[in-house]
């Protein structure tokens, strides 16, 4: 069975706070992988890829350790806005593999 | 600038009344997808279409149907409403040309589909 495992959460830190989360897949043959942000009620959007041996953008740190099968994700000085379920997605052929996500508050 | 549009964004039905929802892209991606998401789940795909190949996930039930008429446009249709259909209905597209992995997805807004 192919899937994608996160820590529910939530996770409450103060602003300016730096979090991490981690994302475990079951599939070896995952090629690509996501972070996605969601606001309740709302849809997924994309935060960032995770290619090869990650990347950075701005306050988020995303990396992969394929040989642990694992993903990461970094937020550093965390603001109110951030606050948000956070999922984790492993892709290959042609569909993507979500989990259910990490709830992140983060309060003044 | 609306890229992948929902309509309608709520939608209430009866038990058993059939239902169809719509999605439509402005992005000329090749590939659409179905999910289905209750309250603090993930999103679980129904299906997709890989241009007009339709793909089916082995346990999405018989009771969801979809149609994709053109490259803009896919229908997601509910024979039957059951209470536990009640859920967020989200619709996604890719730009996928290489068959074996996937280019980023792009949701639209979804439908939350009340079942009374």
């Known amino acids: 069975r192919k899937e994608v495992e996160q820590d529910p959460g939530p996770f409450n830190v103060p602003e300016g706070a730096t979090v991490a989360f981690n994302c475990t897949y079951s599939n070896s043959a995952s090629q690509s992988f996501f972070w996605y942000r969601q606001d309740c009620r709302k849809e997924p959007k994309l935060l960032m890829s995770?290619?090869?041996s990650g990347n950075e953008d701005g306050r988020f740190t995303a990396q992969l350790n394929r040989a642990s099968q694992y993903i990461s994700l970094l937020i550093r000085d965390s603001k109110l806005s951030d606050s948000a379920t956070y999922l984790c997605?492993?892709?290959?052929?042609?569909?993507?593999?979500f989990g259910k996500g990490t709830m992140l508050l983060v309060s003044p | 600038d609306a890229m992948v549009i929902q309509n309608p964004r709520y939608q209430v039905t009866q038990f058993g009344k059939p239902v169809t929802l719509s999605c439509s892209q402005t992005l000329n991606h090749n590939v659409m997808y179905w999910y289905q998401q209750k309250s603090s789940q993930a999103p679980k795909l129904l299906f997709h279409y890989y241009d007009k190949d339709f793909n089916n996930e082995a346990d999405t039930p018989d009771n969801f149907q979809s149609r994709r008429p053109n490259t803009s446009f896919c229908f997601l249709d509910i024979r039957s409403p059951g209470l536990g259909d009640a859920a967020m209905y989200l619709c996604a597209t890719s730009r996928d040309d290489r068959g074996y992995s996937t280019d980023t997805q792009y949701f639209g807004p979804g439908t939350r589909l009340t079942v009374l």
């Open positions: 997605v492993a892709s290959g052929y042609s569909t993507l593999t």
């Open positions: 995770v290619y090869s």
